[in-house]
């Protein structure tokens, strides 16, 4: 059937997709962990080799500029969380999702998860797309599962742009 949201939610998701293509499908090796200012978050292993992300529960002033090892964490972070909760599941603990150590690892999941959405993003009907949402907001904002799916594009068209604009101006310093 149908579904007229549907179609252009997705539309824009693989608008969004493809736009990321051209950055990630660009990265090197050397590119995750660069850090363009003395202020920066990135990843780094702990003692037991456990890649982890800095953070803060309440965002520091300045903020810090993050890698791009940061930001591919972040998404696997945020992505698989959406998913879980559109499927009705609980997902881990920010604490619990870890970058896979490597560039490469990093876009493998990306691309994971790009074909898990693709997938909860097809089945969604009219009706799905109605039901209560209560991600990334508060359970009483009501809001829906079409607000998640597009907050999703937002927030991956956003993240993308700022891999994009880290991947440039390492390649810039490099010039």
Known sequence: MRSPRRDLLRWQFDLTWALAGIHLD????????WEPADLAWTVRPDAEGVWRPD????????V??????WLTWHIGWWW???????????PPAREDVHWPGDGAA??????ELHTEWSRVLDGFDESELDRPSAYPWP???GLTIAHLAGWVNAELMKNVAEIGHLRMLRAASLA
């Open 26 to 33: 660009a990265l090197t090796p050397e590119d995750f962990l």
């Open 55 to 62: 953070w803060a529960d309440t965002e520091p002033d300045p």
């Open 64 to 69: 810090p500029v993050p890698t791009i090892g």
């Open 80 to 90: 698989g969380a959406a998913i879980d909760h559109a499927e009705g599941r609980t």
């Open 106 to 111: 990093a876009i493998a999941r990306l691309r």
């Open 139 to 141: 359970a009483d904002a």
